[in-house]
């Protein structure tokens, strides 16, 4: 059944946009890679052995062939289509860039497996996971909202609402109690934080009936908990399940997860608590070299994490990622939007500063890029997707903290400029790619490469969109009996050695940079 529905939606692709005999000889094509794909069967070779983000998964053979074959299929469409026309946006134009944001979205869908028979509401095909669809989400969420198109509110709902847990939470979600880290759970969180701060509707088939603000709430709570302080003084691991490859590893996206949810939070509810614990998630991240300041800049390097060893973290990880600054960027601004005070607009600066250092391409038309794995070109698919979370974190620190918002809407506009010219591949010609600095497209695709490119397009329009509510504004209201986690004062542990990476024998995270050895902080280079 599959295959058939397989085949017909690709002939459906074809026939919209070609002639009827170039349909058929991509068609044709597509029988070839079904055909390979079968006979490859009998040579696997390994299953996913990691999910973390920053290390090469292993594909069976017949996956990454098929892939392949499917690329360079796209690769003739593009070239050989006489209709494709890229993506074209004016900036600031409401009409234009949601007709941009529409097309980006349709392509986001294709991949989506919630509408097809015996797929999973809420998932996206392989070889994107749980995390990713939250953060798809949250960006439709926007697009809603940014362009008042209603075309996906009842996939949206009904994702989140499948997607939430047993306990409205999501947590002990059925397709994902065996696999969930904290940074899966974290971004869901964000989703809802973003239908709260949004107003976006809710879901009115839910018995439930928990508003978009409490299930966020509840997201924290769950992971408060996991605040360990009996190894490294503090932070969270990457993996919720001891079970899991990861669990000793101290991770800079769920602890800066559980910090700008919590910020998010703070600022929605008022509550001085969740001001008091964002803070102290930060010293943590201060004392555990986490975040440094860079030597001699004044920016901050945001590092990647540690491996837990006899109890403590010795050996900081420093890659850098945008998707780790893009939280605490996030946190920092919303903390200083709650408050008003100096040490967040400070904090919210160094983080700035940093990001502008490592993640953008001064050589590519001042756009975002992935500092870390883009020049090598070795992003995998989850890397792919990090700047849709700094594009979006750009929008809100806009909203946020007007004393940036010049500096931030030209790196938006400069890099929105980027991706519409990335998005001019494949059949369409509107597929996306990753580099958004070469004025075109560079034969790279993905779920990850369309919900960057929607995000940070669809910011390039945040001066005319209203800040996010607060409870006492625009928002929904909390429970009044809701309890709050608070996480606990960091204890002060021994001094560590910075690297770029994880030392080879922890072999828990790869980088695409040498093993270089740093100690204190971490270099400017």
């Known amino acids: 059944m599959y295959i058939y529905i397989y085949i017909y939606k690709w002939m459906y692709i074809y026939i919209r946009v070609y002639p009827p005999s170039f349909s058929w000889f991509l068609l044709s094509f597509q029988l070839v890679l079904i055909h390979t794909y079968f006979c490859l069967s009998c040579t696997t070779v390994g299953q996913d052995i990691h999910r973390h983000r920053h290390i090469h998964t292993v594909w069976n053979t017949r996956t990454k062939i098929t892939m392949k074959l499917q690329h360079a299929a796209l690769m003739v469409a593009g070239a050989l289509a006489s209709s494709a026309t890229a993506i074209e946006v004016e900036l600031g134009n409401e009409e234009s860039v949601c007709n941009a944001a529409t097309d980006l979205v349709d392509g986001i869908m294709d991949y989506y497996l919630g509408t097809r028979y015996a797929g999973t509401v809420g998932m996206f095909q392989q070889p994107y996971y749980w995390w990713e669809a939250g953060l ?3 960006g439709m969420i926007d697009t809603w909202k940014f362009c008042n198109n209603d075309t996906y509110v009842g996939i949206i709902q009904e994702a989140i609402v499948h997607q939430k847990g047993p306990d409205n939470d999501f947590f002990n979600v059925e397709n994902q109690t065996d696999v969930e880290a904290n940074d899966d759970q974290v971004f869901w969180g ?13 879901y009115s088939n839910d018995e439930n009936d928990v508003n978009y603000a409490q299930l966020a709430m509840n997201v924290y709570n769950n992971m408060a908990p996991r605040w360990d302080d009996q190894n490294c003084g ?3 691991r990457w993996q919720i399940l001891d079970t ?15 910090f700008a949810l919590g910020a998010r939070l703070a600022r929605y509810t008022g509550d001085d608590s969740l001001k008091r614990s964002s803070k102290r998630i930060l010293q943590w991240m201060k004392q555990s070299k986490f975040v440094v300041q860079n030597e001699g800049n004044d920016f901050y390097n945001v590092n990647d994490g540690a491996e837990i060893v006899h109890g403590a973290c010795p050996v900081v990880n420093g890659a850098l990622w945008s998707y780790n600054y893009a939280l605490m960027l996030m946190g920092s601004a919303y903390l200083y939007n709650a408050t008003g005070e100096q040490f967040w607009d400070n904090e919210l600066g160094l983080f700035l500063g940093g990001l502008e250092h490592y ?20 992003c995998n698919n989850d890397q792919r997707a990090f700047r849709a979370v700094v594009a979006r974190t750009l929008g ?3 909203q946020l903290a007007p004393q940036y918002s010049e500096r931030v809407l030209a790196l938006i506009d400069s890099s929105a400029a980027g991706a519409a010219a990335s998005c001019s591949g494949g059949s369409d010609g509107k597929t996306c790619g990753i580099n958004w600095g070469i004025n075109g497209w560079d034969g790279l695709y993905g779920l990850g490469e369309q919900i960057s490119a929607l995000e940070i397009i669809q910011n390039s329009l945040i001066p005319q969109v209203p800040p996010p509510c607060e409870e006492d504004t625009c928002g929904e209201k909390l429970a009044s009996d809701v309890s709050i986690v608070v996480v606990p004062t960091p204890t002060i542990f021994r001094t560590f050695t910075t690297t770029n990476t994880v030392h080879k024998t922890a072999t828990l995270i790869h980088s695409s940079v040498e093993n270089v050895f740093y100690t204190g ?3 400017s280079a």
């Open 521 to 523: 902080t971490t270099s």
């Open 359 to 378: 993640m953008v391409n001064t050589t590519g038309g001042n756009t975002l890029y992935e500092y870390q794995c883009e020049k090598w070109q070795r």
């Open 244 to 258: 899991m490859n990861g669990w000793d590893y101290k991770s800079m996206i769920s602890t800066g997860g559980v």
């Open 396 to 398: 809100e620190i806009y």
């Open 190 to 202: 964000f989703t809802v934080m973003e239908a709260a701060e949004r107003g976006f509707p809710m």
């Open 136 to 138: 798809v989400f949250g």
């Open 234 to 236: 503090g932070g969270l």
